[in-house]
């Protein structure tokens, strides 16, 4: 089996809905209303690093609090009572004051624009874009910890983000910026473990996960999935399984 059609085979093998339950996209589809879901989605997004079991809790810990409504939870402030300026440890890096000023600068962004959608649709025309508008209005806002100050690097939570948002037809991904975004312009969530499979098999020779690294493996994904090359994200987590 070539590679074209070894990752073929593991794309479609693991983009299932049974793939949700040990991945953090999971909680995305535990909230309704689509402004809602993205918003939380963000935040989770935010979060996923390190071990499973320790920030799984830190992710339903927001839903729990916010009763499921997450974008009010923020709207309102109520965030400050949960999750209070303070130097006590949230999540690994994060300490409550970062989270406190990361949900404020949320909060900012929700008052001025509505929704996140509606500010990507006015700073945003594709996949890179998006990125760079991200990481824009959060190092403007002095939040560096949780969001990349820029695009130096590949960014592999917010482009694992655009996934969820944009990518359709998926039993994983919502597709809701499916008309703001070109699916085909997405930039592949490149971390560690992405950059060893990748290398084995022979698609990357980079030691760093540099956005330069993410769009050239990207580009490779274009090839081989010609309308939707995130596919290869699933197939190189499938691939990493089974090697």
């Not at 070539?2 to 909680?27: G, M, V």
């Not at 312009?185 to 993410?214: F, N, R, W, Y």
Request: net charge neutral; aromatic share 12%.
């Amino acid at each position: 089996m070539n590679i074209k059609n070894t990752l073929q085979f593991y794309a479609d093998k693991y983009e299932k809905e049974e793939f949700l339950k040990d991945d953090p996209s999971w909680f995305m589809h535990q909230v309704e209303g689509s402004s809602n879901q993205e918003i939380f989605a963000f935040i989770a997004s935010c979060l996923s690093y390190g071990s499973r079991k320790q920030f799984f809790p830190k992710i339903q810990f927001i839903i729990d609090k916010s009763d499921g409504d997450v974008l009010n939870w923020i709207r309102n402030g109520s965030f400050e009572e949960d999750i209070p300026d303070n130097e006590n440890c949230y999540y690994r890096l994060y300490n409550n004051h970062i989270m406190n000023q990361f949900l404020h600068a949320l909060k900012d962004l929700i008052e001025e624009y509505g929704t996140l959608r509606e500010y990507i649709k006015k700073n945003a025309n594709d996949g890179y874009t998006a990125v760079t508008a991200i990481t824009n209005y959060f190092n403007k806002k002095g939040i560096q910890t949780i969001i990349p100050k820029d695009t130096s690097s590949a960014c592999k939570r917010v482009c694992m983000y655009l996934r969820w948002m944009v990518r359709d037809h998926s039993e994983v991904d919502l597709g809701l910026w499916k008309d703001l975004i070109d699916k085909r312009t997405l930039i592949m969530p490149l971390d560690t473990h992405v950059l060893q499979e990748s290398c084995k098999l022979g698609l990357l020779k980079s030691k760093t996960t540099s956005m330069g690294a993410a769009k050239k493996l990207s580009a490779m994904m274009l090839d081989i999935f010609p309308t939707d090359p995130l596919k290869g994200d699933f197939a190189l987590f499938g691939y990493g399984v089974n090697h």
